[in-house]
């Protein structure tokens, strides 16, 4: 008990004395654990918990039977008829929106009579009410535009609803609500000939759940049933496509929350910073507590437990906040995984015990951490030297050379790290290449401080007057705490920056990419829901009837499957490769002309595939891929790989005649459209607008499909430029409250300035210049270190979390705004401490020493 | 006209809430030139009346009147000129500036005024105080005698009518202390500056060509020699 009396005296107290700074520091941790603690539960939220939406309703069958384009639906009898005592659930899958609330659900076709109420008991075993109510629901089967639909969605019975449907919109009846658990099983349900009928699925299936006896294993019954089932048709364990989505969405979780720590590295810049301001500002207390008796340990703990208050504080202001703000990053995450990855539905965000616990320990396990280094240095203090010099030893404690020599050699261990391969698909060293360029960056801060404020020194006083002088001989004088200060703002600066080029660079590779991939003048889509794992069709004949249509000079068909390559998802994808060959422009890693690598597509067992397919599966060019399609297995030499910026799933291109050999559906996922050069654009796209009439589709010009990808990429990163902005806000708190510290440490000058003849708006500029200084060195710190990281980020961590060739661009307009931005409010952030400057009285300050 | 007039000037602060009053209807005039010694026990009021003769603070009633100005005429930025021209401030403990050298410490009020190559004038303030060749050092380089020369320097770097110093030998042995006194006294007469010393030297007393003890916020005591 005494010690802690003892603690909230001479440790707590002071704290308490600056509320202003104190709150500034305890705000900065707050941030940096809200932003971790945002990123972990959106993660979860909108990736972590990942469950196919096609999971819906799937009940307690434990295997699957599935292939690419879909299943023959004999193989359902086939099943149904063999000798064991297997429940067979045929299912077709897709989407439909609503067209009233514009909302998109999943559409599951069942085969209603065969399994009405032997569903209803194993999917809703919740409640014996909810199993009454399902079974009631599901046996009343009826005509072909009738659906059932979750209780959530808000239909009553009888209710008429209209649906879009790939490009087809029609009206249904409700005749039945199921109870959906709040909607996380919210589907549209429908008869699987009903459904079969509406999505032009005629003869198959999308996927057969089965539920076997308990014995033999699975393992063994997914045996038995291979023997009996086509080449091309796989039995797996159920909820297999949701552990590949969920390795696949692991580089993105990973990526981002890595990005969510910058704030926290910030932050632990911040209060090493604060603690060895405590530490200086109590040398002479230090020393006097020695002298009275206290230990080493008990001084060490004293500002570890400094620290960890500060910490404590943070954490619990960082964990509502994190809540808080993880109800906007779900949103953008889910957004992001939905057009880049896969169609998912974003659970519920859960604040649990596990999440406190990580916010009590990123709080107080970060304080404790980077306070470690001045808080053993007050623990050192020698008594009598404490008393008697104070807080020179402070500034004098900082080695810039042995510093340098240090920063070099992590610089090339940096190097060295950045040249290694991947570690189990995750670029663990990049990262530590940049964890150890930030070090590195930090060492040999004092340096670069020493060496810029001296240069700079006359320079500014000859331009800007005896304030700017004094101010960049203050900084120098502190060189360890501006050293801290500038490494911190900077760390933020240089993320940002490293972050904005590689941003600015992949958008540039994108813009310039779609210039090639998009030759077309209009394009053609289904309104229906479309998704990176979804592609509505277009009903077949549509493009056909198009490319009569006058001034139309071709048209050229792509359709696009979801299938699953070596337990990863992927796109499998067809064109019109002749079209494309007249027109497109392609771009291939081995740099041959695009008629040559199409014309071995032509009639060939010959793919292409995408680059991060090929780092997905380390493959390349030359090497052979067996794909399952419909009923059949077929083996496809990979004539070359193209650049492909539009999904990070990986695609395979043929052929579209190549395709209908083993996928016979000509209906196209979109179309491109080539308008003749001597036709009018606006004429062609009315013409076809009138012909398009009795379909739902979009038809965009060549210039919007390009701003809706924009539109996308742009969507994509602004979760990215949000975690800067913390950081950027946590290091300029930061920068407040330090020169805070600075101008209540220097009062006795301030105030003998005054008695000089300095006049307030002297002493103003004089700290805002030191603000403005600060910002200065921050920035050049932090553009130099950032071009570096961006390299890190661009080459390698990039290259192999997702596979991208990223072309080095120069965001010059955004840095320069961003860096203005920065620049502009490190300045602001020195009005506060300015205004108190102003506000000393120079006759109290000048009498307390 | 005297340099320095105080008119009856009463000074109150409030302490912990307590009215504190640290002069009180107290007169006084100091010529150009005049050596003034303040004496008096801790908390007659010496400081208080270092300030309000330096433009620092203003009287609660009562007039002082700087080179015939009356400082509660004037807002801060008139004050704030008052001071960068009439007067230097010298301290007990120097109050020197460790990040500039000696030099910058000296040219510091003529830089604040905006004047510009100040370097001959510092050159030439040190020679007065008998600090050349000492320019460039840094302070924590020189002895409390040489830094509270510097000090000296520097209040006189703009030729001040009016020089003020508290306690300047406080923190010196009483050798060191005397030859600041000396200096002080001779810069005076050189200069034609009026300088007050508020101080428990009776050193000082002697030097002064005007002794004023003042108790409880009273002269009690003036004598022109």
């Known amino acids: 008990m005494p010690r802690f009396l003892l603690f909230y005296r001479l440790m707590v107290r002071p704290l308490l004395r600056e509320p202003l700074r104190t709150l500034l520091t305890i705000l900065a941790i707050a941030l940096g654990v809200a932003v971790v603690l945002a990123i972990a539960l959106a993660g979860d939220a909108a990736t972590g918990s990942f469950r196919s939406s096609m999971e819906t309703l799937a009940g307690e069958n434990e295997l699957e039977v599935l292939t690419s384009g879909g299943v023959p639906e004999y193989v359902v009898g086939t099943l149904a008829t063999l000798a064991y005592s297997i429940r067979v659930s045929p299912r077709i899958e897709d989407y439909a929106v609503i067209t009233d609330t514009k909302k998109s659900l999943p559409l599951i076709g069942l085969d209603l009579v065969a399994e009405g109420s032997a569903y209803a008991q194993s999917a809703f075993q919740k409640t014996a009410e909810s199993q009454t109510q399902s079974a009631q629901v599901f046996n009343q089967v009826g005509d072909a535009d009738d659906i059932w639909v979750g209780s959530s969605v808000g239909y009553r019975t009888s209710d008429r609803v209209e649906l879009l449907i790939n490009d087809r919109v029609r009206k249904y009846t409700v005749r039945g609500v199921y109870p959906d658990s709040n909607g996380n099983e919210s589907a549209i349900v429908m008869d699987l000939a009903a459904a079969q009928h509406a999505l032009g699925r005629y003869g198959r299936v999308d996927r057969i759940l089965l539920k076997v006896p308990e014995t033999p294993s699975l393992g063994d019954w997914q045996l038995r049933l291979r023997t009996v089932l086509p080449a091309g048709v796989e039995v797996r364990l159920r909820g297999t496509a949701t552990n590949e989505n969920r390795r696949m969405l692991a580089a993105f979780r990973w990526n981002l929350r890595l990005l969510s720590y910058i704030s926290l590295i910030v932050g632990a810049f911040l209060i090493y910073n604060t603690i060895s301001v405590s530490v200086v500002r109590r040398r002479p207390e230090i020393g006097i507590v020695r002298s009275l008796g206290a230990s080493r340990g008990v001084i060490l703990s004293a500002f570890l437990g400094e620290a960890a208050c500060l910490g404590l504080a943070g954490a619990l202001i960082g964990l509502p906040l994190g809540r808080l703000m993880a109800t906007g990053a779900v949103r953008l995450m889910a957004a992001t995984v939905e057009s880049l990855y896969v169609s998912s539905r974003p659970g519920a965000i859960e604040l649990n015990g596990a999440c406190v616990l990580l916010a009590l320990a990123i709080g107080v396990g970060v304080a404790v951490a980077s306070s470690y280094s001045p808080a053993r240095e007050a623990s050192r203090v020698s008594p009598v030297e404490a008393m008697a010099r104070g807080r020179r030893e402070y500034d004098a404690r900082v080695h810039k050379a042995r510093d340098l020599w240090l920063a070099l050699v992590l610089g090339l261990a940096a190097a060295a790290a950045s040249r290694a391969p991947a570690v189990a698909g995750k670029p663990l060293l990049g990262y530590l290449a940049a964890i150890l360029l930030v070090a590195a960056s930090a060492l040999a801060m004092p340096a670069f401080v020493d060496a810029l404020t001296s240069v700079a020194s006359n320079l500014l006083d000859k331009v800007f007057g005896v304030e700017a002088m004094l101010a960049s001989r203050t900084l120098r004088a502190s060189l360890r705490r501006t050293s801290v200060l500038v490494g911190a703002l900077s760390t933020a600066i240089a993320m940002m920056t490293a972050v904005g080029i590689m941003v600015g660079s992949f958008r540039q590779t994108v813009v310039l990419w779609m210039s090639d991939q998009l030759p077309a003048d209009l394009y053609l889509r289904p309104a229906g829901f479309a998704a990176a794992d979804r592609h509505p069709t277009i009903s077949s004949g549509v493009a056909e009837e198009v490319a009569k249509l006058p001034g139309v000079a071709a048209v050229e068909r792509l359709r696009a499957y979801e299938i699953s390559y070596e337990d990863m998802p992927a796109t499998l994808a067809s064109a019109d490769l002749n079209v494309r060959r007249s027109h497109g422009n392609s771009d291939f890693f081995s740099g041959r002309p695009r008629e040559q690598v199409f014309a071995e597509l032509r009639d060939s067992n010959a793919v292409i595939v995408s680059e991060p397919f090929t780092y997905k599966h380390h493959l390349k060019a030359g090497d052979s891929l067996t794909l399952s399609l419909g009923a059949t297995q077929a083996s496809f030499r990979i004539a070359d790989v193209y650049y492909d910026y539009s999904s990070e799933r990986g695609s395979i291109l043929m052929d579209r005649q190549t395709m209908l050999r083993f996928l016979p559906d000509p209906a196209p996922s979109n179309v491109a459209i080539y308008v003749s050069p001597d036709s009018q654009l606006e004429i062609v796209r009315a013409e076809i607008e009138k012909a398009t009439a009795g379909h739902r589709v979009l038809l965009f010009s060549n210039r919007d499909l390009r701003a809706e990808a924009m539109r996308i990429f742009d969507r994509t990163f602004a979760i990215t430029y949000a975690l800067e902005a913390v950081a950027i806000i946590v290091a300029v708190m930061g920068i407040a409250g330090a020169l805070l510290a600075l101008v209540i440490d220097r009062r006795r000058e301030l105030g003998l300035l005054r008695f000089f003849g300095a006049a307030t708006w002297q002493v103003r500029k004089l700290i805002l210049i030191e603000a403005s200084l600060l910002g200065l060195l921050a920035n050049l710190a932090g553009l130099a270190l950032g071009f570096v990281l961006s390299l890190i980020l661009i080459y390698v961590v990039n290259k192999q979390s997702f596979g991208w060739t990223i072309r080095f661009h120069w965001p010059v307009e955004i840095l320069f705004g961003a860096l203005t931005v920065v620049y502009g409010v490190t300045v602001l952030a020195g009005l506060y401490p300015a205004q108190v400057a102003v506000r000393l009285n120079p006759i109290e300050v000048i009498h307390e020493e | ?225």
Request: aromatic residues 4%; hydrophobic residues 40%; contains cysteine.
């Open chain 2, 1 to 225: 006209m005297p340099i320095l007039s105080l008119q009856d000037v009463s000074k109150d602060y409030l302490t912990d809430g307590q009215p504190v009053h640290a002069l009180k209807g107290l007169s006084l005039n100091v010529e150009r030139g005049e050596f003034v010694a303040l004496v008096g026990r801790s908390g007659c009021g010496k400081s208080t009346l270092l300030n309000l003769a330096g433009a620092m603070d203003f009287p609660t009633s009562g007039k002082v009147l700087l080179d015939g100005v009356s400082t509660s005429s004037l807002e801060d930025n008139g004050l704030t000129r008052l001071r960068r021209e009439r007067v230097g401030f010298i301290f007990q403990s120097f109050q020197l500036l460790h990040t500039l050298t000696v030099f910058e410490n000296v040219e510091l009020p003529l830089l604040l005024a905006g004047k510009r190559n100040p370097r001959e004038a510092a050159r030439e303030r040190l020679a007065w105080v008998e600090l050349e060749g000492l320019g460039d050092r840094h302070p924590h380089q020189l002895s409390g005698g040489q830094m509270q020369r510097v000090a000296v320097a520097r209040a006189l770097i703009h030729s001040p009518s009016l020089l003020l110093a508290d306690e300047p030998t406080g923190n010196l042995d009483t050798m060191t202390g005397n030859v600041i006194l000396e200096l002080l006294k001779r810069l005076a007469r050189e200069q034609n500056t009026a300088t007050i010393v508020a101080t428990h030297s009776l050193e000082a007393a002697s030097l002064a060509n005007t002794l004023v003890r003042l108790r409880d916020g009273k002269i009690e005591e003036l004598t022109r020699r």
